[in-house]
């Protein structure tokens, strides 16, 4: 029923959106309990990322919020080894569940982990690592961590891509995290998940433990907290429905996320975050995507060949490589380094001044961020700072156009002539 509402999978157009918060308001409880549509995704993506088991959350920051200090409570595991260069949100829910962080330098030309790199294990205590597995580009897992380490397979930007083996992000661990929010690899208009892969019954010891542990009634009450699923929309939901198709649209990026209120356009560093509230209009826009994805990964596959060959030649390095063309790399954005800061400042400069869609993603190394110093072991990350400094990132959803690409490369040859 939902595929006659969106024929094309992705909101075609602003009367699909509409229609979508038609059908939230239709909505109808299961027997469970739980909306239909919370079901309907939870379902959909256990086949699409081969997970044992899925349980929604509010978003992916929440999914990881709550697997660590799960894996805290349970485990007794105190510090999170991650890359310096990251998604800053990962060590937002880290700090707040407790946890140190030990970030790991990256190897500048491919963000992948240094050959070789050891993760200390310090006081006896079981180490957590987390793949981040930035722009689509699957991490590779450091054949010389211990048996004992916990991994998360952080899928929030790369759930449509396979690595080399062949295997989906997000499912190369026990536990993985998915996102549904803007820019992510699903792109809807919230929400996240937990996917417990490989043993179905891990789900249950670790609400059981944070049920032990902290007395919350809604995990008492066997569910995860923000993981609601009202029928009604909440206010922030409807807000991001009716700027849905247009906040895809390059041009329109800086405009939409300037309105109050839809919580769009910024990636949040604060260590304090709420857990917003979700209705059956997040899971049905995930639901959304999930259908469009077949579609999805041939658009993004043909953009990263379209901007690969449009910016050779260029003195740019392209973080995609031919590995990437083999295995099943699916890209959120496209990753370039140029040789300065001032370089990289200037293309963002003008790229941006006419509505491109490029982004610094991310504009210093975890070790550089004044509020993250207290809680971090590993002071010194000279690659992540390097990489922080000179990368840009280029958009590569349904809507950029040849145009987009060529009026980007032009830029970038301008910049490059500098
Ligand atoms: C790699 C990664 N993990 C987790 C998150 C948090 O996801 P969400 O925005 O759904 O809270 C993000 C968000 O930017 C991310 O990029």
């Keep these: 029923m939902w595929s006659r509402l969106a024929p094309a999978g992705n909101f075609s157009s602003p009367l699909a959106v ?30 699409f990322s081969g997970a044992d088991n899925v349980t929604l959350t509010s978003d992916g920051k929440q999914a990881l919020y709550w697997a660590l200090l799960a ?40 963000l992948q982990w240094e050959p070789g790199v050891t993760i200390p294990q310090a006081d006896g205590a079981p180490g957590l690592l987390v793949l981040s597995n930035l722009f689509g580009l ?152 999930l259908e469009a994805a077949k579609n999805d990964i041939k658009h993004r596959r043909v953009l990263m060949q379209k901007w690969k060959q449009e910016l050779t030649g260029l003195p740019l390095h392209q973080i995609v490589s031919s590995d990437h063309d083999q295995a099943l790399t699916v890209l959120t954005r496209f990753p370039l380094l140029f040789e300065s800061r001032d370089q990289r400042n200037l293309a963002l400069q003008l790229l941006n001044r006419q509505g491109l869609g490029a982004s610094a993603s991310y504009n210093a190394a975890l070790t550089e961020m004044p509020h993250l110093k207290p809680y971090i072991d590993q002071p010194h990350c000279p690659n992540s700072s390097s990489l922080a400094a000179r990368l840009i990132t280029l958009p590569v959803h349904r809507f950029v156009t040849d145009k987009t690409i060529e009026q980007t490369s032009s830029i970038l040859k301008q910049v490059c002539k500098c």
Excluded at 24 to 32: E, G, H, I, L, T
Excluded at 204 to 212: C, F, G, M, N, V
């Design 138 to 289: 699957p991490d590779s897992i450091p054949t010389s961590i211990s048996p004992e380490m916990l991994v998360i397979d952080d899928a929030c930007q790369s759930l449509l891509s396979l690595d080399q083996l062949n295997r989906r992000v997000g499912s190369r661990a026990a536990l993985g995290i998915a996102s549904f929010g803007r820019g992510k690899a699903l792109s809807g208009i919230g929400g996240g998940a937990l996917l417990f892969n490989n043993d179905h019954t891990l789900a249950l010891p670790l609400k059981a433990a944070l049920k032990e542990a902290f007395s919350n009634r809604e995990i008492a009450a066997g569910r995860w907290p923000g993981a609601t699923d009202d029928v009604m929309l909440t206010m922030q939901e409807a807000l991001k429905l009716t700027c849905y198709y247009t906040m895809e649209q390059p041009p329109l990026y800086g405009l939409i996320s300037r309105i109050p209120g839809t919580g769009l356009g910024n990636v949040s560093c604060e260590l304090e975050f709420d857990e917003p509230r979700r209705s059956a209009g997040s899971w049905l826009s995930a639901v959304t995507q």
């Design 71 to 110: 894996a805290k409570a349970l485990l007794g595991v105190r510090r999170v080894y991650l890359a310096g260069f990251t998604c800053p949100e990962i060590a937002s829910a880290a700090v707040k569940a407790g946890l140190r962080l030990h970030p790991l330098d990256v190897a500048q030309d491919s």
């Design 18 to 47: 509409l229609q979508t918060a038609l059908r939230v308001r239709a909505a109808k409880r299961s027997p469970s309990g739980s909306s239909r549509s919370a079901a309907e995704l939870e379902r959909n993506l256990k086949d």
